[in-house]
């Protein structure tokens, strides 16, 4: 079973400069998120969607950050602009059901210089 | 707010030692609770997954889950320097949807 799938890897961009994160799921699992997680800290929920609505966004800066899930599989999530304080590792996760656990990506590293 | 806290560590033990992780959370309907292991640069992997009161066994990994006291820990028998990692507590909030990690507290094995 492939696992979740993020890409770019890294991303390095001026601040104001805006980026996009693309994330796959694993197949069939029905709800995802994307975390940020600054270095030192635990994953902090951006946005969470089941199937291609959102569930909580209540934490997202939706001034500078959106994302979106079409057709309930893939998701993409964009910064414009990006501030220095958005440098941070961009975590996708997908879950199976409900109350199970989450399978992580491997991360997006953004550097917002 | 909905936390979940954890002593951030370091945590020092040496090989062949057991080592003990904690953490308490605040949402007394939590229904899920997870540890997670995360190496320097990788993103987090789980470990474990607990969802009554009491122990659960995996090889040298046991948790345990006190709801009463809001408490829940991570046992590492026989302790490996391969065990040097950050290890995230995370809690299922009521509905099952949502989790919320906690900041993570950071193990040194020492050969």
């Known amino acids: 079973e492939a696992g979740v799938a993020q890409s770019p890897r890294y991303k390095i961009i001026e601040k104001r400069q805006s980026v996009a994160f693309w994330c796959n799921p694993i197949s069939g699992h029905a709800t995802l998120y994307w975390y940020q997680q600054i270095l030192g800290q635990g994953p902090k929920l951006l946005i969470q969607?089941?199937?291609?609505?959102?569930?909580?966004d209540s934490q997202l800066p939706k001034d500078r950050f959106s994302a979106e899930r079409l057709k309930g599989v893939d998701s993409t999530l964009k910064i414009q602009p990006a501030k220095l304080e958005d440098s941070a590792v961009y975590l996708c996760?997908?879950?199976?059901?409900?109350?199970?656990?989450?399978?992580f990506g491997p991360g997006t590293r953004l550097t917002v210089t | 707010q909905k936390e979940v806290e954890q002593n951030s560590g370091p945590l020092s033990v040496p090989e062949g030692a057991i080592a003990s992780l904690n953490c308490t959370y605040s949402?007394?309907?939590?229904?899920?609770f997870f540890w997670y292991r995360q190496y320097s640069g990788k993103s987090p992997e789980l470990i474990m997954s607990i969802y009554s009161n009491g122990d659960k066994e995996d090889g040298r990994f046991t948790a345990q889950l006190n709801k009463a006291s809001q408490y829940v820990s991570l046992l590492i028998r026989d302790s490996q320097p391969s065990d040097s990692a950050t290890y995230l507590c995370a809690v299922g909030l009521p509905g099952g949807f949502k989790t919320i990690f906690g900041a993570g507290t950071r193990l040194f094995v020492k050969a």
């Open positions: 996760a997908s879950r199976p059901g409900q109350g199970e656990w989450q399978y």
């Open positions: 969607f089941q199937n291609n609505g959102v569930v909580d």
């Open positions: 949402d007394r309907g939590s229904q899920s």
